[in-house]
């Protein structure tokens, strides 16, 4: 019996374990994308932090989600996706372009025109039509869509892994000649990184004493990377080297992953946990912080990054702050 009960909080403990390191790894990859959108996008520190930050988001998903097997399990999934991240990127989006109207005195008699045009393109370019940050939320959707739809039809996961990476080939390779709308290019693209999420899951991999080598092996690999400004970057659809950016963001979110777990161990490190569970929200906040459209002109240098992370973190301590007493007060 006390086996039993040992056995138990054993998993109990490696279970909250997982969930810790993977907010905290959600935690640097939100934080690195604040502050890489303020950083010299040539420089070595944003290129080290555009290797990994939008990847380990599906990566991280990956490693989480349960197989979808079913039909009927991929249509709940559908909807639940749908209104926790295609809805909220189509409202945030409005608010958006409401807000930048309203600052920038734009012409309200063009907002409809606008808004269909940016959603219907879902980009994060001006030359096509931005949506800004959100374009991680429309391509995440429809990603998650076709990774469980690979899953329902391939059971086999490691055969599945064959499928995504046919798939991520063929999304790149439809990229260099057009983007397709809504980011559907992209989602052939995400399902790779997913999968090796859930290889990692499955595999064991983390914390295995091959992980060790892999580790050194991936950290001088991101190093070199990052001095090389050889970084994939998703939302513009920038793959050099083709399948060799995946690789490299495939391994720096490995380090990425261990040096999560290693903050954990330090007698303050646990208090970035925040900050990865309510990534979407700091997300949203980030999209709506005028920054482009408004208070962004007037500030130069190092400031930029000061001020905005500053900002889009005292709002979130804000609304979090307005969240618990509220709760305090409805009970």
């Known amino acids: 019996m006390e086996k039993i009960i040992s056995d138990w909080k054993e998993k109990v403990m490696h279970k909250k374990e997982r969930i810790e390191w993977v907010d905290m790894a959600k935690a640097l990859a939100i934080l690195g994308m604040i502050a890489g959108h303020e950083l010299n996008s040539e420089g070595f520190l944003a290129s080290l932090i555009y290797c990994f930050h939008m990847p380990i988001f599906f990566i991280l998903s990956g490693y989480t989600s349960r197989p979808v097997t079913t039909w009927a399990a991929w249509g709940k999934k559908f909807w639940k996706s749908f209104k926790k991240i295609y809805l909220l990127a189509v409202i945030v989006l409005l608010v958006q372009m409401v807000l930048a109207n309203i600052v920038g005195h734009g012409d309200w008699a063009q907002l409809s025109q ?45 055969y599945a892994g064959l499928v995504y990476l046919v798939l991520s080939a063929l999304g790149m390779a439809i990229a260099f000649k057009v983007w397709l709308p809504q ?19 499955e595999s064991h991999f983390i914390g295995s004493k091959l992980a060790r080598y892999v580790l050194v092996i991936s950290t001088v690999i991101w190093i070199l990377a990052g001095q090389q400004r050889f970084h994939i970057e998703i939302s513009i659809r920038h793959y050099p080297g083709f399948f060799l950016s995946v690789l490299v963001a495939l391994l720096s979110s490995l380090v990425i992953i261990y040096v999560s777990r290693g903050i954990l161990c330090l007698p303050y490190g646990s208090k970035l946990l925040v900050f990865g569970r309510h990534t979407l929200l700091l997300m949203c906040i980030h999209s709506l912080d005028l920054y482009w459209t408004w208070w962004g002109v007037w500030v130069n240098g190092p400031w930029k990054l000061i001020l905005r992370v500053a900002l889009d973190l005292m709002i979130f301590t804000l609304i979090l702050g307005f969240r618990q007493l509220w709760q305090r007060k409805i009970k």
């Open 114 to 158: 606008s808004f269909l045009r940016n959603w219907y393109w879902a980009s994060n370019n001006n030359q096509v039509a931005s949506v800004g940050v959100m374009w991680f939320l429309f391509a995440f959707f429809y990603g998650i869509l076709v990774y469980d739809g690979v899953g329902v039809l391939v059971s086999n996961y490691r």
């Open 183 to 201: 980011d559907l290019d992209l989602a052939l693209v995400i399902p790779f990184f997913m999968w090796f999420g859930r290889w990692l899951r």
